[in-house]
C-alpha cells in the first residue's frame, strides 16, 4: 500500500525559508499526484500545492503563489515543497497526501472534493516575527 511521509519542518523567521520533503512508497505506477496541504489550529485544512508525478503540471494556491515551488526527484520517490518570504500566516501542520487520479487532487486543492486517497502524517512549520 501507499505510505508517504512529511518532514523538514520547524521554526523560522519571517522573512525566511524552509523545504519541507515528502517520501513516497507504495505506487503501482508512475501515473499520480502528490499535493501538499496545511492546518493552523482552529482552522479548515487547506490546499498549497500539488504536482502531477506523470506529466509535471504543478498547481498552487493563490495565497503561496511566487513564493512556494513544488518539485519532485523521481529518482528518489520524494516531492518537495520550497517555501520563501514567510509569513506568520503561514504557521500550520503540514501534510502531504496522494491521489492516482490527478483531477480529483487538483479538485481537492481547490476545495471542491472530500478526502483523497492517501494522507502522510503532518510536519510543523511556526514561523515567527
Known amino acids: 500500500d501507499v505510505q508517504l511521509q512529511a518532514s523538514g519542518g520547524g521554526l523560522v523567521q519571517a522573512g525566511g525559508s524552509l523545504r519541507l520533503s515528502c517520501a513516497a512508497s507504495g505506487f503501482t505506477s508512475d501515473d499520480y499526484a502528490i499535493g501538499w496541504f496545511r492546518q493552523a489550529p482552529g482552522k479548515e485544512r487547506e490546499g498549497v500545492a500539488c504536482?502531477?508525478?506523470?506529466?509535471?503540471?504543478?498547481y498552487y494556491a493563490d495565497s503561496v503563489k511566487g513564493r512556494f515551488t513544488i518539485s519532485s526527484d523521481n529518482a528518489k520517490n520524494t516531492v518537495y515543497l520550497q517555501m520563501t518570504r514567510l509569513k506568520s500566516e503561514d504557521t500550520a501542520v503540514y501534510y502531504c497526501?496522494?491521489?492516482?487520479?490527478?483531477?480529483?487532487?487538483?479538485?481537492?486543492?481547490?476545495?471542491?472534493?472530500?478526502?483523497?486517497?492517501?494522507w502522510g502524517q503532518g510536519t510543523q512549520v511556526t514561523v515567527s516575527s
Open positions: 504536482l502531477s508525478i506523470s506529466d509535471g503540471g504543478a
Open positions: 497526501a496522494a491521489d492516482y487520479r490527478v483531477a480529483t487532487m487538483v479538485r481537492r486543492l481547490l476545495g471542491l472534493t472530500t478526502d483523497l486517497d492517501y
